[in-house]
């Protein structure tokens, strides 16, 4: 039985390469863990959706660029909903031990929306969009709209679509979500956290990296703060539909990318000490 466990954090936190560290250590050994990434799931050419997923990454920069925060919120919410596809389609065909994810697409959007929601008064203007993808999307609307009673709507009317979604009341919303992405709540989720100061540091430096994609709307350290805040109030809230959620926060403010990988390790069962193990497998040749 595969346990699914999500590696969540705003962004500064290392989510993003810690998952890629993971998917490489694992490479050769998907049976014992698989890791994905989200919403960048076209990073890996087995993984379902990579056309769509890129395509909706490229509406999520132009978001960014533009300055645009209907069209970046509708690209983070349509890249969740493919999130559930692609775990379902892994865990399926690798039938691993252990199935990472980064981020989790439930308490991302019910933390992340707190910023967009405000935001999303108006459908969206049409405007020209990479090539194809209009016609690539309004292919998907059909399908994950149908996942729940909530109506219709046309690409561009998606903010409003959205605004109503996260209007509902919690429970009715979390319903709705885990209908929309195709998802449920996973058996773990590890919530990384970094200090004020080191974020500040990382935020800076990512900035600093050529070819780096445009900064997001939501990345100030004020705003960062108030995720981290909300992401462990949202992961409570999800162990009240599902008691038995493990919820292990990890603090990597003052740890190297190794020394994190090996805390996520152990956090998730690997032993890391001395000849660290699990189910037979000596992390030290991984």
Not at 85 to 95: M, P
Not at 146 to 163: N, Q, V
Not at 226 to 252: E, N
Request: proline share 7%.
């Amino acid at each position: 039985m595969t346990r699914r466990i999500a590696i969540t954090g705003t962004d500064g936190t290392g989510k993003t390469t810690l998952v890629r560290k993971l998917a490489e250590r694992f490479a050769d050994r998907p049976r014992v863990l698989r890791a994905f990434r989200a919403p960048q799931y076209h990073e890996h050419p087995d993984h379902p959706f990579g056309r769509l997923s890129a395509t909706i990454d490229a509406l999520s920069e132009q978001g960014d660029r533009d300055g645009n925060p209907l069209l970046k919120a509708t690209a983070l919410f349509l890249s969740m909903t493919l999130y559930g596809d692609v775990e379902r389609h892994l865990a399926a065909t690798y039938a691993p031990e252990v199935l990472v994810a980064e981020r989790q697409c439930l308490a991302d959007s019910l933390t992340y929306a707190r910023f967009y929601l405000p935001l999303l008064k108006a459908p969206l203007t049409p405007c020209e969009l990479p090539a194809g993808a209009l016609a690539q999307l309004e292919a998907w609307l059909p399908v994950f709209q149908a996942r729940a009673d909530l109506g219709t709507c046309s690409f561009w009317e998606l903010p409003l679509y959205i605004r109503d979604l996260f209007s509902q009341e919690p429970a009715h919303l979390l319903a709705s979500l885990q209908a929309l992405y195709h998802a449920d709540v996973p058996d773990q989720v590890v919530l990384l956290h970094v200090g004020a100061d080191a974020l500040t540091a990382r935020l800076a430096e990512k900035r600093g990296v050529a070819g780096a994609p445009p900064r997001e709307l939501h990345e100030q350290a004020h705003v960062l703060g108030m995720f981290q805040q909300g992401l462990a109030q949202s992961c409570d809230y999800l162990r009240t539909i599902k008691p038995s959620l493990v919820i292990t926060p990890v603090d990597t403010s003052d740890r190297t990318i190794d020394e994190s990988v090996l805390a996520v390790l152990s956090a998730i069962g690997f032993e890391t000490q001395d000849a660290p193990t699990f189910s037979g497998v000596n992390l030290n040749t991984l």
